[in-house]
């Protein structure tokens, strides 16, 4: 299978995937018989969700249709299977060895600045450009780890390890 044929493939299953959690989260029982405000329904979350992997989903699609000499510029050429190793591996270390090791945000911050190098970074690209991926992975990772950090404290009242 091609990698276009599998980006496809996975934006249909994804598709399915966010417009369940859409209705899905839609059909939850309502709280308000309990006085509760209509805003904070437990389906919120599972709604908002579908709907953004929806949108994700429908990019994917669209993007798969991209001109072939785009994508062979990746750097990266372990193909699906080396890239899904990556993945795991990156998942792996960031669930089972900096997450509780680590406060959350470093964790968060290491794991998202591994990941996004890991395929991001111009191995062939000269120094300018290999300076600029790592400037980007930091601002993103700082990011996304003060982000997620303040969502899940402020917002969903978590306690992060």
């Keep these: 299978m091609r990698m276009a044929q599998a980006d496809r493939l996975t934006a249909v299953l994804l598709l399915v995937l ?3 959690l859409l209705v ?6 309502r709280l308000e018989i309990r006085q509760i405000h209509p805003a904070s329904i437990p389906g ?8 953004l992997l929806s949108i994700c989903a429908i990019l994917l699609y669209r993007t798969s249709y991209a001109d072939v000499e785009r994508n062979a510029a990746l750097v990266f050429t372990g193909g699906s299977w080396g890239r899904l190793a ?11 060895g900096l997450v509780g090791w680590l ?8 794991f998202t600045l591994c990941f996004t190098l890991a ?21 993103l990772a700082f990011g996304v780890a003060l982000g997620s950090a303040l969502l899940f404290e402020k917002l969903f009242l978590v306690r992060l390890p």
Excluded: E, H, N
């Design 18 to 20: 966010g417009l369940a």
């Design 44 to 51: 919120l979350v599972p709604m908002i969700l579908g709907v």
């Design 24 to 29: 899905g989260g839609y059909t939850m029982d």
């Design 119 to 139: 395929f991001s970074f111009p191995l062939g690209g000269d120094r300018r450009a290999q300076a600029i991926s790592v400037a980007a992975g930091l601002v």
């Design 86 to 96: 990556t993945t795991a591996v990156i998942c792996t270390l960031y669930a089972l």
């Design 103 to 110: 406060p959350y945000f470093w964790a968060t911050f290491i």
